[in-house]
């Protein structure tokens, strides 16, 4: 048997490649990460912004790029495509064909002067062709790898770039060559292609310049796209009054063979037309759809707001055909909306294009001899959503399916603890241990401060005179430094900060810019690498403080932007360095809830050597698995769940606990003390990471009858029935968003309009001669669940909207149970009289989430789920270090979701696990014991039991538990004797940043 290999190749650099690779990477493997492109980012980095958060994508996009670029343990390949795969899982020979750049990646330093100079333009792709770049370009300002690349297709050899390139990167004769890999797993993350809308030929893409697809507007809301960030149409520039967006273009099309949802249509549309209207408040907006499909975590709040907030107009109808007005080159719009013709003028017309599989999709399946489905995107069963047919082989992103970017960055996770619990034995291998260089003593010597003011694209620039403030603070004290820069979080700022660093001997820097909470640890990194302590470190948030909430006020918002720089250099004048504490790891997990998504997430950390109890607080395994009787598919859950209930027992690295629950929950990352209460005994557990996978619950209806009339059932009770053989109904008529989609509940809970279709096919496979009604308000059968719906219609499932003002009644009389529905169409009520009425109930909140929410010190969303670290990129992670979340207990969802995102807190957990010591915040509280009066004030106030009472000398003092310390300053602002002080936020630093603050009056009415 061959040894296995240490190392995984990533194939795609999108979001969903990047996260695989930073978890594997961190994990303690060697990481190849393949594109065909010159740079890694993907789609995500053509996005203006992203729902529901309305977060600027490249800003959060932005650190991870640089990250991935400059981990020690991430290969970067570009523009190269794999040739052949032989070998077999834990020990591939792969061979890739790598095309030419034409550019030494070793010499160019990005400076862009050969672009400058060039005299070719050609389209730029990354823009859409909405501008023109250069025969020889970078795909985007922030590219990473920020190294050139020639086109020559369109390169005329004149030899400009090669004569103006000081450093000599320019290679006129690189050729195609071959690399050769060896490793032990291969993780899938191609992507997808934007559908062509030029094969709607009725939407006349193509033909009239005005009719944009979704990425093109995208581009054109961007600051950094081909208007600056205007919001402008491209026949003549003007600024458009209407815009209409056209859902569904290559989506849900049976006549282009594209039957499938594309799921992240309708968000993408909404957020486009919200960011369109916060660009010009004048405008109008309207979606045209189908079925809104706001399924996700907190869509549906972010739909009502473009309604209600944003006068975003939306429009049931599936629009016919689109034309110009010849003398206006405005659009028509003509559609049917309750049954009559209607056509609308707008300026714009926007068309949200679905998801294609890649275009090399077939090739790549070919070469790696794995499946694909009917669609040609990458086949992959129920219950191993991130597995190939071929072992060793793992997926992840769209793929597999069309999906968003949590979810492609959740399935990245899962995809890398899949890859690495192969190879887990190999672990370290062939890892590199970054090294940085000595770090400075500055302790002796003046402060020099550097300040680095970003544009942002237009973000900030836009509004903030950028130039202004610069000028503005190389006048203040002790700055030696300062410049402005387009993008200060791009790979070569990150570089040019370092050179400034040691080029003016700088022993404090100031960023000026976005946010620190996405930010601030890729500018720490940057100036440890220049052998600065990260704690000389701090930014001035001139983006989300400033030019966003003054954006019609540049005047105004310039004068603050120097009012918070000039605050925040007085506090960097007296920044002193810090040691981030070293703590112990204990490798070993707490999984709570012992569903599906518990016993995935505790199998996978046992899978790859750790220890992992598994808290159930049931008297069995399973949770609601245990009621699921049959799939959309062929695979039988009961089966599945026996087998994964036996892996799970059988495993010597599990300890199952049942009928138990966790009643005390001490200590920090690393090194948690947990207290189990089994059976009524306590049992202490000492673990590194705990993992939330503790459900959610059906909702009992208090409506339509249900408890009243036996015949009024919940999807769950009628699976059961029908699971058993106890169905004999004629006509059975089912109500969707039963306790979903309300004031209560305004969410959606995603999973129930499947599991109707699910039972409605169940029913007329068993009985096709009875009458099935399904009452919805829009049918959310996201992704390849379509076909499924369109298999129901076609077997005579009938399908009848309601809205909220003509809800279903439900009647008892005389022993018969009549449902009436209006039906929009013809306006009229319609009985059904029906044997039995099956009742969408919604999923809600676990009655537990609460109790463990305050033990554990996390955040639960207003719907009361557990709420992550951040919506889009990490979808997994708490706030809190070291405890991550899946499953129900995150949000209502699918089985092989939540596998996918029990794998994904799994990989994220091992990042910890895998390390044998971890450093902790350094900023935190600090005791001066010849102060301290022993009062104990201190103690009870803080939220994390990081400061206890301790007997020094005979006295008690107050000691800090640096490893539990946040930070946050309660307890020195309880001390009634001055003793505690917040390191790195001391009073002498925060009273100079307010001083600093109020030196020069300034109003931002």
């Keep these: 048997m061959k040894e296995k290999v240490g190392a995984v190749l990533v194939v795609g650099g999108g979001i969903a490649g990047i996260q695989a690779s930073l978890d594997l990477a961190d994990s303690g493997f060697k990481v190849y990460l393949l594109d065909e492109s010159p740079s890694i980012g993907g789609t995500m980095t053509q996005l203006d912004k992203t729902f529901p958060t309305n977060d600027c994508a490249m800003c959060i996009l932005a650190p991870k790029l640089v990250t991935a670029g400059r981990h020690p343990n991430i290969e970067l390949i570009m523009g190269a495509e794999i040739k052949s795969v032989e ?32 005299p070719v333009e050609a389209i730029d792709e990354f823009n859409q062709g909405l501008s023109e770049r250069s025969a020889i370009y970078v795909k985007y300002p922030q590219a990473v790898p920020l190294v050139y690349a020639i086109d020559r297709d369109k ?6 770039c090669q004569e103006v390139c000081k450093a000599g990167a320019v290679q006129y004769d690189e050729k195609e060559k071959e690399i050769a890999l060896h490793v032990g797993s291969i993780i899938l993350a191609p992507g997808f292609e934007e559908f062509d809308p030029k094969l709607k030929r009725e939407y006349s893409y193509g033909q009239c310049s005005n009719v944009v697809s979704s990425i093109e507007f995208e581009r054109i809301l961007s600051a950094s796209g081909p208007y600056g960030g205007l919001v402008l149409r491209p026949s003549d520039g003007k600024v458009p009054r209407k815009i209409a967006f056209i859902q569904c273009v290559g989506s849900r099309d049976a006549k282009l063979g594209n039957n499938y949802c594309s799921s992240a249509c309708c968000m993408y549309a909404i957020k486009e037309a919200i960011i369109a209207r916060e660009h010009n408040p004048d405008l109008q907006c309207t979606i045209f759809f189908m079925d809104m499909r706001t399924y996700g975590k907190e869509f549906d709040a972010y739909y009502n707001r473009a309604e209600d907030e944003y006068e975003v107009k939306f429009v049931r109808s599936r629009v016919s055909h689109v034309e110009e007005v010849p003398e206006s080159q405005n659009l028509l719009v003509r559609y049917v909306e309750d049954g ?62 069309p999906k968003d970017i949590p979810e492609s960055v959740a399935q990245a996770s899962g995809a890398a603890v899949k890859a690495a619990s192969l190879i887990s034995s190999e672990r370290g291998m062939l890892a590199t241990v970054k090294e940085y260089p000595p770090e400075r003593d500055v302790s002796g010597e003046e402060p020099r401060i550097g300040v680095f003011v970003c544009h942002c694209g237009i973000n900030i620039g836009g509004i903030v005179n950028v130039p202004e403030v610069v000028e503005y603070v190389k006048a203040l004290p002790n700055v030696v430094y300062a410049e ?102 204990t ?61 799970v027992t059988e495993n010597e690295k599990v300890h199952v606990y049942l009928n138990s629950e966790i009643s005390d929950v001490e200590g920090y990352v690393g090194g948690f003390k947990t207290t189990l209460n089994s059976d009524g005994k306590n049992k202490k557990i000492d673990h590194g990471i705990v993992i939330v996978a503790s459900g959610a619950m059906e909702y009992r209806p208090t409506e339509y009858l249900y408890g009243v009339n036996e015949r009024v059932l919940t999807q769950r009770e009628l699976e059961e029935k029908l699971a058993n053989g106890r169905f004999n109904a004629k006509t059975v008529a089912m109500i969707q968003c039963v306790g979903s989609r309300n004031k209560e509940h305004p969410y959606c809970s995603r999973i129930c ?49 309601y809205d909220d003002e003509n809800k279903p009644r439900v009647i008892q009389e005389d022993g018969k149970l009549e449902v009436m529905v209006w039906e929009p169409v013809i306006k009229m009520w319609i009985p059904i009289e029906a044997d039995l009425l099956a009742l969408s109930a919604a999923t809600i909140l676990s009655s537990d989430n609460e109790r463990i929410a305050k033990m554990l010190k996390v955040p639960l969303s207003k719907d009361g789920f557990f ?101 946050c300053g309660v307890c020195g602002s309880t001390c009634p004797s001055g003793a505690i002080s917040m390191l790195h936020f001391t009073d002498d630093q925060i009273l100079a940043q307010v001083r600093a603050a109020l030196k020069e009056e300034a109003k931002y009415d």
């Design 753 to 801: 309009c499947s599991q109707a279709v699910k039972n409605a096919l169940k029913i007329k496979e068993l009985s096709p001669e009875t009458d099935v009604y399904i009452l919805y308000k829009d049918m959310r059968t996201y992704g390849f669940l379509e076909d499924y719906y369109r298999e129901a219609a076609s077997k005579g499932v009938l399908f009848i909207r």
């Design 484 to 585: 402005h820069n387009l993008y200060t979080c791009s790979q070569d700022t990150q570089k040019r900060i370092r050179e400034i660093i040691n080029e003016h001997n700088l022993n404090r820097v100031v960023v000026a810019s976005c946010t620190p909470r996405t930010h601030e640890p890729l500018f720490r990194e940057t100036i440890r690498e220049a052998g600065l302590n990260i704690y000389l470190f701090e930014m001035a948030n001139i983006r989300d403080q400033c030019s966003w909430v003054h954006i019609h006020e540049p005047e105004e918002a310039t004068k603050k932007a120097k009012d918070l720089v000039r605050s925040i250099v007085a506090k960097a004048r007296l920044m002193k360095p810090l040691k981030k504490p070293m703590i112990d790891v």
């Design 87 to 118: 070998g077999e899982e834990g020990h591939f020979q792969i061979t890739l064909v790598r095309k030419p750049r034409y550019i030494d990646e070793e010499k160019c330093t990005g400076c862009g002067v050969c672009a400058q100079e060039c």
């Design 587 to 647: 490798p070993t997990g707490l999984v709570i809830g012992g569903g599906l998504s518990g016993m995935t997430a505790a199998l996978e950390l046992a899978k790859q050597g750790f220890e992992v109890h598994l808290v159930e607080k049931e008297k069995e395994l399973g949770g609601h698995l245990r009621h699921i009787h049959y799939l959309l598919g062929s695979e039988d859950p009961q089966e599945r769940l026996r087998s994964i209930i036996k892996e």
């Design 340 to 401: 009559n013709p209607k056509t609308e003028e707008v300026d714009l017309v926007v068309l949200s294009v679905g998801m294609r599989p890649p275009k090399h999709a077939e090739e790549l399946a070919k070469t790696l001899d794995i499946k694909l489905n009917k669609y040609n995107f990458c086949y992959f069963e129920t219950f191993s959503p991130l597995e190939t047919s071929r072992p060793g082989i793992f997926v992840c992103g769209a793929f597999s399916s």
């Design 155 to 160: 390169c005329i050899g004149c030899g400009t």
């Design 867 to 967: 709420l992550e670290a951040h919506m889009k990129l990490r979808p997994v992670d708490f706030a809190t270090d070291g405890v991550f979340l899946c499953g129900l207990a995150h949000w209502p969802k699918s089985i092989e979701e939540s596998i996918s995102q029990a794998c994904a807190a799994a990989a994220r957990a091992i990042t910890i696990l895998s390390k044998e010591a971890l450093e902790v915040e350094g900023a935190i509280a600090s005791v001066n014991e010849d102060f301290c009066g022993g009062c104990g004030f201190c103690e009870p106030v803080c939220e994390y039991g990081a400061i206890k009472m301790e007997e020094v000398d005979g006295k008690l003092r107050a000691h800090v538990i640096e490893a539990l310390c946040k930070g």
